[in-house]
Structure formats: structure tokens, C-alpha cells
């Protein structure tokens, strides 16, 4: 649908933002035909990147006065087509607006533009012994807009809570033009009267306005970090060790699982040296106060060796521990090594059904052919299964996809949720109606009308009977 | 009237029979059993009507609790805590209930019962609508169950206090409790006794605990202390007027303010006072506010926006 924005739109689109700041050329746009969900492409009908608040007002308001559907994106790494031009539309690329516009050390709040890329606001506040706790593994390029959008997760999750927990308030240009601030205000008291409409936009998957500015919560860096590694000779030793070490009572800030093939390509990649012939291994990283660490490091590692940890190997340095997180943030990057493609799910399950799900992991695996390498948060029960196959070979999609769908049947047959983390997006639409009823859905709906009431914000997601793109349709196909 | 229904199908048929009565307030009281509680995950499923304390009972059991205090836990449901947004001292160090808040189960008010969220401690499918009824007073619907995640119980805990013959006095450690080492779980300012009193509280393992009374000590907290003075300022009657102001705000704040008696969260920057002046409200985005209410109660039969 590339009729959908005139000449005369795309001109007064210019005139807004700058000529060079609207792309059009379809070579051009196919940086933007997806995000990291490649299993479906469209591209838009033009992006446009806006360099303030008042340029993206003025945009929305000549889209919606044209009623032509609008994609707000960041840098495009999510993971779920949360970002896809369904049916084309003019995509609001915040990625001009990148400023930490103001940083309150002493209240611990950082005002950035939507545009912020994640990891630059810790790098900008480490000094002064503070961070943006929510870290997912993109975090060196994805924008804290994204995040906002996504309710992002990241490893350190399990002891300082996703994005809602940390995100005090933003600014929203809504779908009909006007701005609104939600939440709390850059210079006042955290706790706002009203709803909490702050709180019902993260993770609403830019489908409510596009976010402009966003006031975060800076936490207190900890005094100290153990890091351990634990080496086990099979995964179910080490998901009960997952359950024992929260059964004791210590909540790590990270606790995260790397099955035998992962930790094989991973270890080729980056050369870490984690052990090749081990079952799994845990990265569990205990923080906080200093003193009563080394006495929680001797806890878990007691629950290691009972579990049967071969070795538990404590980091020595914090060189040691960043090599580590870097070889477990960049696990995705290594797949290259074992395949041409593959297709992560983040679905969550409760912790205690972990080792019942590493197993149908495995049996999916068999009965599909498909090696399927294994990276993700234990702690909180948030498996990434990583599918590997061949595009090159049509009946290994439909294998893959196949194996996919089975994974997240079995997340919510066990009680848990189809995603922890990646979103709905375009990807999970057909699993929204298994996990949530009818009446669920419903009271979505009402949600997105009051914010959106002629649909066109990021449209065509989430909801089941959403359109899909030609391309997809006809890979369903093939896959049936 | 006051909804009152022990199950569910009573909520729901309550809210389809009533056709020109408004419901003012809930009674939920007959439905209080505690659903499912799996320790090892760390997540447990309540009706609405049980109350805080009890359910803090019944976690406790197993060395865990719901991380939040808000004051008279006794008489407290569920149901009133998240409609309410109910907080207390230790917000400071654990945050409020929506940061606990896993799934909800709600009777729209046309009769439709719909759940958001789910049991599970980390969860991104479709919108969170768990945000939308936290503190929202049962204007938009009843809120019939819940599931929490819960955390294990510190090992130790210890409050200490300060006492101070000036505003200004206090100002000056509140500026230096900011920018120590410490990670207090509650950091409150009142003047219970007559006196200007600053509270510190630490949990967690206990060197910890002991390592952060000895910087405590040197900041001038010299005092064992309670939370008694919360009891006392939540048990009058006259109602307390409340303000949220920047933390490095509050002792500018109380001196505008010029409150009788006040209970501060000094580390969040929310003042709870009665007497002294009126609080500003600030700009709110109240069509918004509007189009929500009119669309899960379009014959607005739930209690109206109290803002």
C-alpha cells in the first residue's frame, strides 16, 4: 500500500523536519522493513525523523489529519515485528533525538530524549555511583523509547525489576496530536494522583503515541559484586540449583543458564573459557553491600556442589566479570557460527517448572530435528530457546515454526506466559487469544480506544484478526 | 450502596441488577481464602477480601512476605491495598504494591469478569492492565483476586533515629544519608513526641545490617527505634492531608507547609501532615483520565474520580 501518503503529505512532511530528514527511496527504507523479526518485511511508506517534541507533535497532527497510520520506532532491535509497517504508513524514527536533556544526582532521575540509547545513560551517571538498572542484551544500541515501548527486560531483572519499575514518567505525543506528560513530572514527587497511565503505556508496544521524552529512575550501583560460574554436567542439575538458591532466601542480581551448545559458540566466538564438555552452566552474580557477600557466595556455592557444579569458578577480577557478561550478552551473536537462522522465543514458565520445560526443549528438538541451543534467565523462569535452521530449505521453517509454537503451547499449559520480555508484536498475535479470553482481549481493546480511538498508531499488532503481511501469509502457507 | 458479595458470581450479579444505584464502597470480606501458594516461585494467588496481615501470616510461615507496610495491615484487604495504592515506610527500600503485582482478576462493571497479567514473575503479552486498577479506587472496576510475587523475609532488620533541634539541623543529614553508602529500607522525618525525629531503617543480611548501624551512628542516628509513631499518626481520626515533592524538597516543603504533625517519607519525598496549609494539586491529564472511566463504566456505576 505505497499510495497511502501523497506527494503533498511527504512535501509538508519536509517542510516539517528537513528534507534530509524524510526518506522515501526504497533502498533507503530497507533499513527499516523490520526489526530483529525477520521473518516478516514490509516497508514503510516514508520515515521520517524528527528532531524535537514539536516536530513530532506536528507530524502526528498532519498524519492523523491525513489518517494515515503511524510506526513510532527506536533503533529497531526488538525482536517480536513490534516495529513492522504492516500495511506501510509513516514511521517516527526517534533516533535524532538522542540527548540526556538533564541529570538530578542528588534525586536520582535522569530526564533523556526517546532517542537515548539505554546504555549511555549508566555510562553517563557511573561516576557518581548510580545506573540505569534495566539492561537487556541490546542495551549498547537500543533506545530507552524502545524500552519504554517493550517494558524491556535484561539479565539483572530478577533483583531490580524490569523497565515499569524504573521509568518515573515521559512525555507522549498521543495519535491525535496533542502532548501529554504521564506520570511523574522532571521536577516533581514521584507519587502522581490519577491512574496510573504511566504505568499502563510501558509495554503497550508503541501502540498508544509516540513517547518523546522519558524521565528515568537511577539506582545506587552496588558496593560489590561476586560472580560465579558454576559448571554442571547436565541442565537439570543446574535448574535445581536455580530453585535451591532461591528456596534459601538469596535473591542474585543475575542468575542465568547456558546450555552445551550455546556455551560451545559462544566460547568459539569470544574465547571466554568457559568449559566445552559441560552439560550447562550458571552465571549467577551476587551484589549489594560487600560485607556479607563472601558468606552468600559460600551459600550458593554449597548449593552448586551439592547439585553435583563440577567447579565453581568465582570471577577475580572486574575485567573477568565484564568479559563474562559481554560473552553472555553477545550469546545471540555467536549463533551465526552454529546456523544461517534461527528463531528465539522468550517465553516464562514458573521457576519450579523450569527442568519440566528444559525437557520438552530437548524432546522438541528431537522430534523436529532441530538443534535447539539454550541462553536465558533462570531465575525468573524466562527461557530463550534458540530454533536453528536453514531458510535455504523451505521444510525447515516449517519445522522451526512448528517446534516454536510447540515451545509456547507448553509456556502456557505449565502457567506462564507466551513472552518475558521480546513482546506480542506481530510475531505472538496468533498466541494472545490461547493465553488471555475473549473478555481479556476485550478490556485491551478498551484500553487501546481510549489512547487511539481510530486504531492508526502502530497498527495491526497485537490483537488476533490483525492484518499480516502478503510475504508472511504465503510462508504460512508453505508451513501448514 | 455498599457492593458486598462473598464469591463471584454475587460481584457480577450485583453489578448487572443494579440499574440507578451507584456502588459507594465494597465489602469483599467473605471472599478472603489465600488461592495458591508455590514458595519455591516465590508467587501467591489471593482473593480480594483476605487481609494484608493475614496474608503476611501465611507467607510468613515459609520466611517470606509481600513487601509492602501500609499502616492498619489488620483491617487492610487486598482489594483496598491495590485500589488504594497503599504504601508505607519501607517503600523507600522495596517499592509499592504495583512493583509486586503479577496478575489481577476484575468484574468489569458490566458484569464481565477478565484477568491481566498471570502468575509469572516476568510477562510482556498484551497491555498491563494490572497498572490501570493499582490505585484506582474501584472506579473502573471490582477487584476480586490477585497474584504477587513475594521476596524471603531480611535475615535481620533495624531501625535507628535521630533527633534534631532544627529543620535545618535535619536537612543537613538528610544530605548526607543521600549521598552515603548506606541503602536504608526506610528513611522517615516526623514529629511525634514534640520532637523533629529522622528514622533509619536496615535490613537485610546481618553483617550488612551491622556494617550500615556503624555508618549510621556516625551520621548521628544514636537511637534505637520503631515504627510506633506511624501507629499513632494513622490512628487519628482527622483525616491527613498528603504531598509528593522532590526528596532533596522536603524540609522546604514543612516549613512552607507548617504542618501540626507529620509523617515523611523523607526518602521518597511524600508528606503526610494535618494542619498547616492547603497542597497545590498539580495539572493532571484529566481527559484522558476522563475517556478512561467513561469507557470501563459508561453508566458510571462504580464510585466517581476522587481527583
Given at each position: 500500500m505505497t499510495g497511502i501518503a501523497s506527494k503533498p503529505l511527504l512535501d509538508s512532511l519536509r517542510e516539517i523536519v528537513g528534507h534530509d530528514h524524510v526518506i522515501t527511496k526504497p533502498e533507503e527504507l530497507l533499513v527499516y522493513e523490520c526489526?530483529?523479526?525477520?521473518?516478516?518485511?514490509?516497508?514503510?511508506?516514508?520515515?521520517?525523523?524528527?528532531?524535537?517534541?514539536?516536530?513530532?507533535?506536528?507530524?502526528?497532527?498532519?498524519?492523523?489529519?491525513?489518517?494515515?497510520?503511524?510506526?513510532?520506532?527506536?533503533?529497531?532491535?526488538?525482536?517480536?515485528?513490534?516495529?513492522?509497517?504492516?500495511?506501510?504508513?509513516?514511521?517516527?524514527?526517534?533516533?535524532?533525538?538522542?540527548?540526556?536533556?538533564?541529570?538530578?544526582?542528588?534525586?536520582?532521575?535522569?530526564?533523556?530524549e526517546a532517542g537515548c540509547v539505554?546504555?549511555?545513560?549508566?555510562?553517563?551517571?557511573?561516576?557518581?555511583?548510580?545506573?540505569?538498572?534495566?539492561?537487556?542484551?541490546?542495551q549498547p544500541a537500543c533506545t530507552i523509547g524502545g524500552n519504554v515501548a517493550t517494558n524491556s527486560g535484561g539479565p539483572h531483572t530478577?533483583?531490580?525489576?524490569?523497565?515499569?519499575?524504573?521509568?518515573?514518567?515521559?512525555?507522549?505525543?498521543?495519535?491525535?496530536?496533542?502532548?501529554?506528560?504521564?506520570?511523574?513530572?522532571?521536577?516533581?514527587?514521584?507519587?502522581?494522583?490519577?491512574?496510573?497511565?504511566?504505568?499502563?503505556?510501558?509495554?503497550?508496544?508503541?501502540?498508544?503515541?509516540?513517547?518523546?521524552?522519558?524521565?528515568?529512575?537511577?539506582?545506587?550501583?552496588?558496593?560489590?559484586?561476586?560472580?560465579?560460574?558454576?559448571?554442571?554436567?547436565?541442565?537439570?542439575?543446574?535448574?535445581?540449583?536455580?530453585?535451591?538458591?532461591?528456596?534459601?532466601?538469596?535473591?542474585?542480581?543475575?542468575?542465568?543458564?547456558?546450555?552445551?551448545?550455546?556455551?560451545?559458540?559462544?566460547?568459539?566466538?569470544?574465547?571466554?573459557?568457559?568449559?566445552?564438555?559441560?552439560?550447562?552452566?550458571?552465571?549467577?552474580?551476587?551484589?549489594?553491600?560487600?560485607?556479607s557477600l563472601e558468606r552468600q557466595a559460600e551459600t550458593v556455592i554449597g548449593i552448586c556442589r551439592k547439585n553435583g557444579a563440577r567447579e565453581v569458578r568465582v570471577a577475580k577480577s572486574d575485567q573477568e566479570r565484564m568479559d563474562l557478561w559481554r560473552s553472555r550478552k553477545r550469546a545471540f551473536g555467536a549463533i551465526g557460527r552454529l546456523s544461517p537462522n534461527f528463531i528465539t522465543q522468550d517465553g516464562v514458565v514458573p521457576r519450579s517448572k523450569l527442568p519440566e520445560m528444559m525437557q520438552f526443549i530437548g524432546e522438541c528438538s528431537r522430534k523436529y530435528g532441530l538443534r535447539i541451543p539454550n541462553v536465558f534467565h533462570a531465575g525468573d523462569g524466562n527461557i530463550h530457546p534458540l530454533i536453528l535452521y536453514d531458510e535455504r530449505h523451505k521444510e525447515q521453517v516449517q519445522r522451526a515454526l512448528q517446534a516454536s509454537h510447540d515451545i509456547l503451547d507448553k509456556c502456557i499449559e505449565l502457567g506462564g506466559s507466551v513472552t518475558g520480555e521480546h513482546g506480542i508484536g506481530v510475531e505472538k498475535i496468533d498466541f494472545m487469544a490461547r493465553q488471555f479470553s475473549t473478555e481479556d482481549l476485550d478490556a485491551m481493546r478498551m484500553l487501546r480506544r481510549v489512547f487511539d480511538p481510530e486504531g492508526r498508531c502502530n497498527p495491526h499488532k497485537m490483537f488476533p484478526g490483525s492484518k499480516r503481511c502478503g510475504d508472511f501469509a504465503l510462508r504460512k502457507q508453505a508451513a501448514a | 450502596m455498599v457492593l458486598t458479595a462473598s464469591n463471584v458470581a454475587e460481584v457480577a450479579q450485583t453489578l448487572s441488577g443494579i440499574a440507578s444505584q451507584k456502588i459507594t464502597g465494597f465489602d469483599l470480606r467473605g471472599m478472603n481464602r489465600l488461592l495458591e501458594y508455590t514458595p519455591e516461585d516465590m508467587t501467591v494467588s489471593v482473593e480480594a477480601g483476605i487481609t494484608l496481615a493475614e496474608l503476611q501470616r501465611q507467607l510468613g510461615e515459609r520466611g517470606q512476605w509481600l513487601p509492602v507496610d501500609p499502616p492498619q495491615a489488620e483491617n487492610l484487604t487486598i482489594g483496598a491495598l491495590l485500589a488504594g495504592n497503599k504504601s508505607g515506610p519501607r517503600r523507600y527500600g522495596y517499592g509499592t504494591i504495583r512493583d509486586y503485582l503479577l496478575g489481577i482478576k476484575v468484574v468489569l462493571a458490566d458484569g464481565r469478569t477478565i484477568k491481566a497479567g498471570g502468575k509469572v514473575v516476568k510477562n510482556v503479552a498484551g497491555y498491563d492492565l494490572c497498572k490501570l486498577f493499582v490505585g484506582s479506587r474501584g472506579t473502573l472496576g471490582v477487584i476480586i483476586e490477585a497474584t504477587f510475587k513475594v521476596l524471603p523475609k531480611p535475615e535481620t532488620e533495624k531501625t535507628v533515629?535521630?533527633?534534631?533541634?532544627?529543620?535545618?539541623?535535619?536537612a543537613d543529614t538528610l544530605e548526607h544519608l543521600a549521598v552515603s553508602s548506606v541503602v536504608p529500607v526506610a528513611v522517615d522525618t516526623h514529629n511525634y513526641g514534640g520532637t523533629t525525629t529522622l528514622v533509619a531503617c536496615f535490613a537485610g543480611p546481618s553483617e550488612d545490617v551491622s556494617w550500615q548501624l556503624g555508618c549510621a551512628r556516625d551520621l548521628g542516628f544514636r537511637e534505637d527505634a520503631s515504627f510506633e509513631y506511624e501507629r499513632a499518626f494513622w490512628n487519628s481520626s482527622e483525616p491527613a492531608r498528603c504531598l509528593s515533592v522532590l526528596p532533596s524538597k522536603v524540609v522546604e516543603t514543612l516549613r512552607q507547609i507548617e504542618p501540626k504533625s507529620y509523617v515523611v517519607r523523607a526518602g521518597n519525598g511524600i508528606i503526610y501532615y494535618r494542619g498547616g496549609k492547603e497542597p497545590d494539586h498539580p495539572a493532571l491529564p484529566r481527559e484522558l483520565m476522563r475517556r478512561i472511566k467513561d469507557t470501563y463504566d459508561p453508566k458510571h456505576l462504580l464510585p466517581e474520580l476522587p481527583w
Open positions: 526489526d530483529a523479526y525477520t521473518l516478516e518485511k514490509q516497508l514503510p511508506t516514508a520515515v521520517v525523523l524528527p528532531g524535537n517534541t514539536r516536530e513530532v507533535e506536528t507530524v502526528v497532527k498532519l498524519c492523523a489529519a491525513n489518517h494515515v497510520p503511524i510506526i513510532p520506532r527506536g533503533a529497531g532491535t526488538s525482536l517480536s515485528g513490534a516495529v513492522l509497517a504492516v500495511t506501510g504508513g509513516i514511521m517516527i524514527a526517534l533516533t535524532r533525538m538522542t540527548r540526556i536533556i538533564e541529570i538530578d544526582y542528588r534525586n536520582r532521575r535522569a530526564l533523556v539505554n546504555a549511555w545513560v549508566t555510562s553517563a551517571v557511573k561516576s557518581h555511583g548510580l545506573f540505569y538498572a534495566p539492561d537487556p542484551s541490546s530478577l533483583k531490580y525489576g524490569v523497565t515499569t519499575n524504573h521509568i518515573l514518567g515521559f512525555e507522549m505525543v498521543l495519535p491525535d496530536g496533542e502532548t501529554v506528560w504521564l506520570g511523574t513530572t522532571p521536577d516533581g514527587g514521584e507519587d502522581v494522583d490519577g491512574y496510573d497511565l504511566r504505568g499502563v503505556v510501558i509495554g503497550s508496544e508503541g501502540m498508544f503515541g509516540v513517547v518523546t521524552r522519558v524521565l528515568v529512575r537511577l539506582v545506587r550501583a552496588p558496593q560489590a559484586y561476586k560472580t560465579m560460574l558454576g559448571v554442571f554436567n547436565t541442565v537439570d542439575q543446574a535448574s535445581q540449583t536455580v530453585s535451591d538458591i532461591i528456596e534459601a532466601g538469596i535473591v542474585p542480581g543475575a542468575l542465568e543458564m547456558m546450555d552445551q551448545l550455546i556455551t560451545q559458540a559462544v566460547e568459539a566466538a569470544y574465547k571466554f573459557g568457559f568449559p566445552l564438555d559441560a552439560g550447562a552452566v550458571l552465571i549467577i552474580e551476587l551484589d549489594g553491600l560487600a560485607p | 533515629s535521630a533527633t534534631f533541634p532544627t529543620l535545618e539541623a535535619l
